[in-house]
């Protein structure tokens, strides 16, 4: 089972930029495609962005394109999330997710292993 630990939330004024962690605990993690998820208070997980497994292909949701930059390091077994342009509305709790997949997906459904989370918060 892969564990993961994200990393690097916090308070930014809007503009401003973070960068998330995303740390992997097993050997395979180049198996894996990587994503990107969050939630805001109140409403449901969404899609933000993904990365397959050997960076040839990424996704993004139409809100973050052009603002953020998912990235991976499979020798170090990490992936990231820049985060360029914050607004306050990608205020929420932001999840680093794993799954078997052969490409960049954008469903929560192909995803099995999941991140505790890190709290997100972009103030006017």
């Known amino acids: 089972q892969v564990q993961l630990v994200e990393s690097g939330g916090g308070l930014v004024q809007a503009g401003g930029s973070l960068t998330l962690s995303c740390a992997a605990s097993t050997r395979t993690f180049g198996w894996y495609t990587m994503g990107w998820f969050r939630q805001a208070p109140g409403k449901e997980r969404e899609f933000v962005a993904a990365?397959?497994?050997?960076?040839?292909?990424?996704s993004y949701t139409d809100s973050v394109k052009g603002r953020f930059t998912i990235s991976r390091d499979n020798a170090k077994k990490m992936a990231y999330l820049q985060m360029n342009s914050l607004k306050p509305e990608d205020t929420a709790q932001y999840y680093c997710?794993?799954?078997?997949?052969?490409?960049?997906?954008?469903?929560?459904?192909?995803?099995?292993?999941w991140g505790q989370g890190t709290q997100v918060t972009v103030s006017s």
């Open positions: 990365i397959s497994w050997n960076a040839g292909q990424t």
């Open positions: 997710a794993a799954g078997r997949t052969n490409y960049a997906s954008r469903s929560a459904d192909d995803y099995n292993a």
